[in-house]
């Protein structure tokens, strides 16, 4: 296929734009399925040592992929201490 | 297909490839940042429990005491004229406005789904996860909707009513 790729490229210059976002946007793809499927704490492989990995997230942890102006490992306790 | 004024221009196909790719690209950016910026609650002055049951909603409001109360939605018979059939309950969820709402929505047994449509509302109550949504009305008035993931029998007939006073 990466031949065919080449190939093809080589006997038309405007292909490459072509295959260069095709290509990018399938490896972003591919990545961020890869970064679900191993860092989420929705997922779990491991079920004797790592059963539930979605009860270990406390209050300071990120949970959502790209955080724009809140930073949760600062956040502070809103609520009286009992 | 074989004229040669519409073969091999390589430089327009070049052109037309990266100009489009690059214009969805700075639309996508901005875009998907204020995406992630929607889900941030920024401080709420009020926070209300909302759970979903079969088939009424429970509303908690623990910031200033503890007022826990059932909404059911009124039958046929006990409406009064002028009230909307099938949208009307007995205790409505009464909320300030221009104050920032935060609803944190579960439910006790099935999936239900806490709607508003017309302050563009609407959040899955999930069994055994709290969903946080958040919001600022900026009119008062009684604002009606209804359960929007099937939940049995009653599915239909468990609506949620926010009255909004100044």
């Given at each position: 296929m990466l031949c065919?790729?080449?190939?093809?490229?080589?006997?038309?210059?405007s292909?490459?734009?072509?295959?260069?976002?095709?290509?990018?946007?399938?490896?972003?793809?591919a990545?961020?399925l890869?970064?679900?499927?191993?860092?989420?704490?929705?997922?779990?492989?491991?079920?004797?040592?790592?059963?539930?990995?979605?009860?270990?997230?406390?209050?300071?942890?990120?949970?959502?992929?790209?955080?724009?102006?809140v930073d949760y490992s600062?956040?502070?306790?809103?609520?009286?201490?009992? | 297909?074989?004229?040669?004024?519409?073969t091999?221009?390589?430089?327009?196909e070049?052109?037309?490839?990266?100009?489009?790719?690059?214009i969805l690209?700075?639309?996508?950016?901005?875009?998907?940042?204020?995406?992630?910026?929607?889900d941030?609650?920024?401080?709420?002055?009020?926070t209300?429990?909302?759970?979903?049951?079969q088939?009424?909603?429970?509303?908690?409001y623990?910031d200033?005491?503890?007022l826990?109360?059932?909404?059911?939605?009124?039958?046929?018979?006990?409406l009064?004229?002028?009230?909307?059939?099938?949208l009307?309950?007995?205790n409505?969820?009464?909320l300030?406005?221009?104050a920032p709402?935060?609803?944190?929505?579960?439910?006790?047994?099935?999936?239900?789904?806490?709607?508003i449509?017309t302050?563009?509302?609407?959040?899955d109550?999930?069994?055994?996860?709290?969903?946080?949504t958040?919001?600022?009305?900026?009119?008062p008035?009684?604002?009606?909707?209804?359960?929007?993931?099937?939940c049995?029998?009653?599915h239909?007939?468990?609506?949620?009513?926010a009255?909004?006073?100044p």
């Amino acid at each position: 296929m990466l031949c065919q790729i080449i190939t093809q490229s080589k006997k038309h210059l405007s292909l490459i734009p072509l295959f260069v976002f095709i290509g990018a946007g399938g490896t972003g793809a591919a990545l961020y399925l890869s970064c679900l499927a191993l860092f989420n704490p929705d997922v779990s492989w491991d079920r004797k040592s790592n059963p539930e990995p979605w009860n270990k997230l406390g209050p300071n942890d990120q949970y959502k992929f790209y955080s724009v102006n809140v930073d949760y490992s600062k956040l502070k306790k809103e609520g009286p201490d009992f | 297909l074989t004229n040669t004024n519409i073969t091999d221009a390589q430089e327009m196909e070049t052109i037309w490839t990266i100009l489009p790719a690059v214009i969805l690209i700075l639309i996508a950016l901005p875009s998907l940042r204020i995406l992630y910026m929607t889900d941030e609650i920024n401080n709420p002055s009020f926070t209300i429990k909302s759970i979903g049951h079969q088939w009424y909603w429970t509303y908690e409001y623990t910031d200033y005491g503890g007022l826990i109360f059932n909404s059911y939605m009124l039958p046929p018979l006990f409406l009064n004229p002028g009230d909307l059939r099938l949208l009307e309950v007995d205790n409505r969820v009464v909320l300030p406005i221009e104050a920032p709402v935060r609803m944190m929505i579960t439910s006790q047994d099935v999936l239900h789904s806490w709607t508003i449509p017309t302050l563009g509302l609407k959040t899955d109550a999930v069994p055994g996860r709290l969903n946080q949504t958040m919001f600022t009305a900026t009119r008062p008035g009684v604002y009606y909707g209804q359960c929007s993931e099937i939940c049995g029998a009653n599915h239909s007939f468990m609506p949620i009513v926010a009255e909004l006073i100044p």
